[in-house]
């Protein structure tokens, strides 16, 4: 009963995270008309970073923070930290440069990605039914990709950016599961923040250095959301998820971001949803039910072998 308590509260957390991002990721969206990409995220991944561990120094929020050996800040530094600077650098431009209904679908296929992340082919029905599901998502992601490369003014940088951020997200998952082993959620958060923070503040200071950035009180404002609900929140509530259950399981509830994005953008962006959209996402979310399905337990109820 407790561990069946336990998955429950997981799933309503990433549930959470997904609903968070969606609403951060149209805030960005929104941030990048003004402010430098690069310069929205190594911001944000300070702040968020700096709050995190100053909730895990003085307050009993989190539970007792973990001590780092030498070989764990290495990893922090070189896998988790590193893979998320990569990550936010190509989401926000492809935000800049494309739909945020387009980037979240692209992320939607990260489901298949870790399951094919998680082990190499082999000659058995379940290796062939992952890459069945590879072919789906692959299709769905063609689906929405080609047509902006046929377009001779469309949108096709930002189609490649949001593309790779499908992958660098699978990959960001796959350190931070690793990772699991010794940090909480909020720890692997709290320590990758601010390290991939530090990562993007050279270039961050590049981007400012090459105009004069606005400070209005409605974009000051949307970045602290972005820092609190789409960086300490939903982070931490991702992470813990990622600490408990494999990353392929976790990444499931990715299916629900291109949902939770398209809402935000079509209601506070005015993005339209169009019918290439929803052919793409059907054609993304099967790939990720087959992934996941177990089959031979489902055909074994169906039909049951004759005794």
């Given at each position: 009963?407790?561990?069946k308590?336990s998955?429950?509260?997981?799933?309503?957390?990433?549930?959470?995270?997904v609903?968070?991002?969606?609403?951060?990721n149209?805030?960005?969206?929104?941030?990048?008309?003004y402010?430098?990409?690069?310069?929205?995220?190594?911001?944000?991944?300070?702040?968020?970073?700096?709050?995190?561990?100053?909730?895990?120094?003085?307050?009993?929020?989190?539970?007792?923070p973990?001590?780092?050996?030498?070989?764990?800040?290495?990893?922090?530094?070189?896998s988790?930290?590193?893979?998320?600077?990569?990550?936010?650098?190509?989401?926000?431009?492809?935000?800049?440069?494309?739909?945020?209904?387009?980037?979240?679908?692209?992320?939607?296929?990260?489901?298949?990605?870790?399951?094919?992340?998680?082990?190499?082919?082999?000659?058995?029905?379940?290796?062939?039914?992952?890459?069945?599901?590879?072919?789906?998502?692959?299709?769905?992601?063609?689906?929405?990709?080609?047509?902006?490369?046929?377009?001779?003014?469309?949108?096709?940088?930002?189609?490649?950016?949001?593309?790779?951020?499908?992958?660098?997200?699978?990959?960001?998952?796959?350190?931070?599961?690793?990772?699991g082993?010794?940090?909480?959620g909020?720890?692997?958060?709290?320590?990758?923040?601010?390290?991939?923070?530090?990562?993007?503040?050279p270039?961050?200071?590049?981007?400012?250095?090459?105009?004069?950035?606005p400070?209005?009180?409605?974009?000051?404002?949307?970045?602290?959301?972005?820092?609190?609900?789409?960086?300490?929140?939903?982070?931490?509530?991702?992470?813990?998820g990622?600490?408990?259950?494999?990353?392929?399981?976790?990444?499931?509830?990715?299916?629900?971001?291109?949902?939770?994005?398209m809402?935000?953008?079509?209601?506070c962006?005015?993005?339209?949803?169009?019918?290439?959209?929803?052919?793409?996402?059907?054609?993304?979310a099967?790939?990720?039910?087959?992934?996941?399905?177990?089959?031979?337990?489902?055909?074994?109820?169906?039909?049951?072998?004759?005794?």
């Amino acid at each position: 009963m407790r561990e069946k308590t336990s998955n429950g509260a997981i799933a309503a957390g990433l549930a959470c995270a997904v609903f968070l991002w969606g609403a951060s990721n149209a805030a960005v969206k929104f941030l990048v008309k003004y402010w430098p990409p690069i310069a929205i995220g190594s911001t944000r991944f300070l702040a968020a970073g700096l709050v995190l561990l100053a909730l895990l120094r003085w307050t009993k929020i989190f539970g007792r923070p973990s001590a780092l050996s030498p070989g764990l800040k290495r990893r922090l530094w070189t896998s988790a930290g590193l893979s998320l600077a990569a990550y936010i650098v190509a989401f926000n431009w492809a935000l800049k440069l494309t739909e945020l209904s387009h980037v979240a679908l692209y992320l939607g296929a990260a489901p298949v990605w870790a399951l094919l992340w998680e082990g190499p082919p082999q000659r058995n029905w379940r290796s062939a039914q992952r890459y069945a599901a590879a072919a789906l998502a692959l299709s769905g992601v063609l689906t929405l990709f080609l047509p902006a490369l046929r377009q001779s003014r469309g949108h096709w940088p930002g189609e490649i950016l949001g593309l790779s951020c499908g992958l660098l997200w699978t990959n960001f998952g796959v350190q931070c599961h690793a990772l699991g082993r010794d940090l909480s959620g909020a720890e692997i958060s709290a320590h990758t923040f601010w390290r991939a923070g530090v990562l993007l503040a050279p270039l961050a200071l590049v981007e400012l250095s090459r105009g004069s950035v606005p400070w209005r009180m409605d974009l000051v404002w949307t970045q602290l959301f972005c820092v609190l609900g789409g960086g300490v929140v939903a982070y931490a509530l991702w992470n813990n998820g990622l600490r408990h259950w494999k990353t392929s399981q976790v990444y499931l509830f990715n299916n629900l971001i291109p949902l939770s994005n398209m809402g935000w953008a079509n209601v506070c962006l005015g993005e339209p949803i169009t019918s290439t959209f929803w052919v793409s996402m059907a054609l993304i979310a099967s790939g990720v039910v087959l992934g996941q399905a177990d089959l031979q337990r489902f055909f074994g109820a169906l039909w049951p072998p004759a005794e």
